[in-house]
């Protein structure tokens, strides 16, 4: 079962930028696609990005495109969410999620499709 640990978050004016990180350990990383969502208090948890194992390829929630940009490296096990021009709407906690379709290319912005959670990160942008 894999593991997935988030890092990067924090507090930052509107306008400015933040880049979390999840790191996975414990099994196989690469042959899934990964993806980040976030939940406010008293909102359900919702979709932010995700990435596909093969191709790369990204998918964006509307609020966030064009402002967020997801990556990952898989040699190094790690995914990225650079979040740039954040907005106090941006604040919640920040979860990295493993796909559980193995080989899949075809991108996913359900939390049923996703089967490994990281704890959260916070973060919180002020007006």
């Known amino acids: 079962q894999v593991q997935l640990v988030e890092s990067g978050g924090g507090s930052v004016e509107g306008g400015g930028s933040l880049r979390l990180s999840c790191a996975a350990s414990g099994g196989t990383f690469g042959s899934y696609s990964m993806a980040w969502f976030r939940q406010a208090p008293g909102t359900e948890r919702e979709f932010v990005a995700t990435?596909?194992?093969?191709?790369?390829?990204?998918y964006y929630a509307d609020s966030v495109k064009g402002r967020f940009a997801i990556s990952r490296d898989n040699a190094k096990n790690t995914v990225y969410l650079q979040m740039n021009s954040l907005k106090p709407e941006d604040t919640a906690v920040y979860y990295c999620?493993?796909?559980?379709?193995?080989?899949?290319?075809?991108?996913?912005?359900?939390?049923?499709?996703?089967?490994?959670w990281g704890q959260g990160t916070q973060v919180t942008v002020s007006s």
């Open positions: 999620a493993k796909g559980r379709r193995i080989y899949s290319d075809t991108y996913y912005s359900t939390a049923d499709e996703y089967n490994s």
């Open positions: 990435i596909t194992w093969i191709s790369g390829r990204t």
